[in-house]
């Protein structure tokens, strides 16, 4: 990562962090990105613009009247210059329309089977503590079933979303080798840079045994609907290599799409690649808001030449035990912090 007021380096505590290169004023701009893979929940399709997320309910609107409308699919905008963004920056060779329609197709394919038909891709037994071996062979399996094995499998709502969150980092994967001069490498980041942030399937594996079946499952509806629909993607189905990259990284790296006034409701989730780095901690000294399509990050205080640059990945009001149970289940680790330490003496 290339900035003037932050540098990467190993922690004390082990894992890497961003640490300040030089003395840093307060509300200094850190860092300003744009997702590398995201997704708007389903059920908030129409009421959040598809480029900048601006939520209709926010400008006192029901819903967004602009939209792209391609096969039966269809993406709404808050404006006609949101539109003209997405169609030029993020829906490239018109790819983002056809995996949205073809996943749509599929989705209404599997709605008309009453019955849960699935191949055997049996996951890894619950009963006792699962092994990267485990886990290796269920994704291995997956991979040799038949392409069209998804046509009988039904998705629940979250796994659907899952699926276009899948499929908007394949397509980016996808620009970045077709267009390498086009890869905005600073605001997105880039393919090898998000294998780098942590990868947790292991461990998120292990705390919910049931997720393995739920990733397979995404996987096969996903290669089927991109293999027949879109061709230029195949590389990236035909072996689980990608997708299974990108569910470990999800946890414990996505930040939540949240409505800007109030910060309640959740429209949906992204990767920022960039924001991934910062390390949490219960005292933060960092700032993160969405400002339109973009997550940036400002210093709360000033900041010392050395001094790690932490956030705050959950919500610091809690009293110290419901603050490292939320860690520890989510994030997966048991936070050490100076506040953390102080409240527990």
Not at 18 to 45: C, G, H, Q
Not at 106 to 118: D, G, I, N, P, V
Not at 128 to 146: G, Q
Not at 310 to 328: A, G, H, K, Q, T
Request: charged share 25%; proline share 3%.
């Amino acid at each position: 990562m290339k900035n003037s007021y932050l540098v990467q380096k190993t922690t004390h505590y082990g894992g890497r962090g961003l640490f300040a290169k030089i003395p840093i004023p307060k509300d200094t701009l850190l860092i300003s990105t744009s997702p590398y893979a995201s997704v708007v929940y389903r059920r908030y399709r129409k009421e959040v613009c598809a480029q900048c997320f601006s939520y209709a309910y926010e400008f006192n609107r029901n819903t967004w009247k602009v939209k792209h409308e391609f096969d039966g699919g269809s993406s709404y905008f808050c404006s006609d210059a949101c539109k003209e963004d997405w169609q030029s920056t993020q829906n490239v060779d018109n790819l983002v329309a056809k995996a949205n329609a073809a996943l749509d197709r599929l989705e209404k394919t599997m709605k008309k089977r009453f019955a849960k038909e699935s191949e055997n891709v049996s996951p890894p037994s619950s009963t006792s503590m699962i092994s990267m071996a485990d886990i290796d062979s269920a994704w291995k399996r997956a991979e040799e079933t038949s392409i069209n094995a998804a046509s009988k499998e039904s998705l629940n709502e979250l796994e659907l979303d899952t699926a276009r969150f899948l499929a908007s980092a394949i397509i980016r994967r996808h620009l970045e080798v077709i267009y390498p001069s086009s890869s905005n490498e600073i605001t997105t980041g880039t393919w090898s840079q998000a294998l780098q942030l942590q990868d947790n399937e292991l461990v998120y594996t292990q705390g919910r045994p049931y997720a393995i079946a739920s990733h397979l499952c995404i996987y096969r509806f996903l290669r089927s609907a991109l293999w027949f629909n879109i061709p230029v993607l195949r590389p990236y189905v035909e072996s689980s290599d990608t997708i299974r990259a990108l569910l470990a990284r999800d946890q414990g790296n996505a930040f939540g799409l949240f409505e800007v006034v109030g910060d309640s409701e959740m429209l949906g989730y992204a990767i920022f690649s960039a924001g991934s780095y910062f390390n949490h901690d219960c005292s933060p000294n960092i700032r993160k808001e969405r400002q339109g399509r973009s997550m940036v990050f400002y210093t709360k205080r000033d900041i010392q030449q050395n001094e790690e640059l932490c956030i705050n990945y959950i919500d610091i009001e809690d009293v110290v035990n419901v603050r490292r149970e939320s860690l520890s289940k989510d994030w997966f680790f048991d936070c050490s912090c100076q506040r953390c330490n102080l409240e527990l003496s």
